[in-house]
């Protein structure tokens, strides 16, 4: 694509990105790898693959920030994280007050940042991709903590028009509904590699345009609104439906579709319905593959085929009914199952994930594969680990780009100064965290642990909580403890709110014992503090029940700084069981039965909690003597053996084996 070409297809070009894009530069970063991959996607002989997500988390604010002409305007700026602790003098004086950018808010959680993770990657390893999803113009929704109610979700507001690398195309593309015309309009955001060489496109529908009637403009308001199944279902099709519509729209020469999640699963009807002849259907479907997120039985959508008639045409009605009807029987359309029967290739996203995903469909058991998550190295690393990883570099050679050289790490598991350096690497991390937030007034020669993701019940938020006066014991006997809490909760998730609702109680009950337990909870979890937790506590906590973590990717992120793990033993901690990267405790999940989500396990697992903190606990102030370090203690070779799986669990060895065994 000529630079030319390029600009004409950008809406109000003249007045609005004149200054940000030029010949040569794009928001600050070169152009010609832009264009490049622009030309790349419509060239034929490229095999280029087409990845849809419901969801990026892209976390500009913390990676490959674009550099605008002028100052990220006060709409595109995001300060709200109030903290709640049992520090109550702290609360009641102090706000967290970070000046920073609003990531592009088109991400919820884990699953959209493993899609951003993978997308970079993909760029940094120069795969030929265009990557689809949705401008969700009020994003995912702002978090507000009410002390006594709880989590109290509240709409949040952006500008997509003067949001950095975000243009909008002057294409449209048209969706047929039974209530008219449904427009959507494209958008387009750049992912550049680390060293500026490669672009991924992603490309963005958005329905908030004049021609719309007002229902339709609301469509790609708040990612995952679910207070109507109609949301759900228009949400999915804009994905897919749209999606497929977008690559023809743009002349993208697709050779795989990569459907990631079920969300997008419509694609496989938009791509039934465009083909005339239909029995073409038979080898255009094993253009498709699809990667399975979940085991927790809300994460599959099924839809009623009475709700599906309402809003589509007859041909594409018919259509989900042939694709998606788990039996003759059936009156629900299920995304999954569209999937599993059409596409060439379905993979889960650890392994343990993949033999609980052949449990659960034992008719497609031997399509089901699993190539384990990752995370970008990139983006989660702290400076002071990079650093750290130069002055070391006769071992890691050039690891920015070879990742998996961080496993040499263990040339230097036996030499002094290298485990001083690694202990003093860690303490710059937690000291700036501190900083951030110093009201609170943590100590970093106090052990520190933290929780947080997703607040929903299987992930067992308030487990530590259930025996506290032993954590309190614990803490008065064998030292002291600083812990963290983040997460949000779907607004509709009920019991994600209870466990909001109990942390925050027991939180405030602990007050009088802030001086050996501080337990603060942060609001508005997202990339910018995913980073800044996962780089500097010193043990993160994962606790859920087994085996319903798919894989979990945070913990990833920790162990790459050398952050060590105290997990149960579920999704990507199972192939890390025998490396010695923390503790693992609780109940564990063999044999063929799934069991049940609501089953919690409370009383044994936080028994075992208890009794793995304390461990923990005496190792640390074993090492840790007040500020006197012993490197010679065990807890340092955790953190190295931590930096030694970080050189698997990243998404560059992810990516690679999405290239091998599902786009070839
Ligand atoms: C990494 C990340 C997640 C995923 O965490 P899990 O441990 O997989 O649940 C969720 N939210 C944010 C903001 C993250 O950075």
Known sequence: MTYEQFIGNIENFDANYSKDITPTHYFGFPIAPLLEAEHRLMAPKEKSVAYFSMEYGLAPSIYNSFNPGKPVSEKNKFYNHEVFSNYWLSDYVFKINIDKMLDIPIYSGGLGVLAGDTVKSISDLGISVCALGILWNKGYFKQNFWYKHGQVPEELYWDPHTYPGLVPLKNRVVMKTKEGDLTLRLWKYYVYSYDKKHVVPLVLLDSNLPENNEHFKCLTDQLYRSDAVSWRIFQRSILGIGGMKAVENLKLNVNTYHLNEGHAAFALVEKYISLKDKTKFEVEKKKFVYTCHTPVAAGHDRFGIHDIENIFPDDYVDA????????????????????????????????????????????????????????????????????????????????????????????????????????????????????????????????????????????????????????????????????????????????????????????????????????????????????????????????????????????????????????????????AEKDNVGWIFGYEHHGNEIGSESDLRLDADSAALVKTLKEATTMYYQMNKGGTIDIHNPWIDKMINCIRRAAFFNTQRMVEEYRKKMWS
């Open 320 to 575: 989900m009914k042939k694709f998606g009807k788990e039996t003759a029987a059936s009156d629900n359309v299920n995304l999954t199952h569209i999937c599993l029967d059409n596409c060439r290739h379905t993979n889960a996203v650890a392994q343990k994930h993949g033999e609980i995903m052949r449990l659960q469909f034992p008719e497609f058991a031997k399509d089901i594969d699993a190539i384990t998550n990752g995370i970008h190295l990139h983006t989660w690393l702290s400076a002071s680990f990079a650093d750290l990883f130069d002055k070391y570099s006769k071992t890691f050679g050039d690891w920015r780009r070879n990742n998996e050289n961080l496993a040499n790490v263990m040339q230097l598991a036996s030499d002094p100064a290298f485990r001083k350096d690694l202990f003093d690497a860690h303490q710059v991390n937690k000291r700036s965290f501190f900083n951030v937030i110093k009201p609170w007034k943590l100590e970093e020669d106090v052990l520190t642990l933290c929780w947080a993701r997703r607040i929903t019940g299987y992930k067992r938020p308030s487990l530590l909580f259930h025996r506290i006066e032993e954590v309190l014991d614990l803490a008065y006997k064998v030292g002291p403890l600083q812990i963290i809490f983040a997460g949000k909760s779907h607004p509709n998730d009920n019991i994600g709110a209870a466990h909001i609702q109990d942390i925050l109680t027991h939180i405030d009950r602990l007050n009088e014992h802030y001086k050996v337990i501080k337990v603060l909870i942060l609001e508005n979890y997202d990339t910018y503090f995913g980073k800044l937790l996962t780089n500097s506590v010193d043990v993160w906590l994962n606790n859920p029940l087994p085996p319903f973590e798919a894989s979990g990717t945070s913990g990833m992120k920790a162990i790459l700084n050398g952050v060590v793990q105290m997990s149960t033993l579920d999704g990507w901690v199972v192939e």
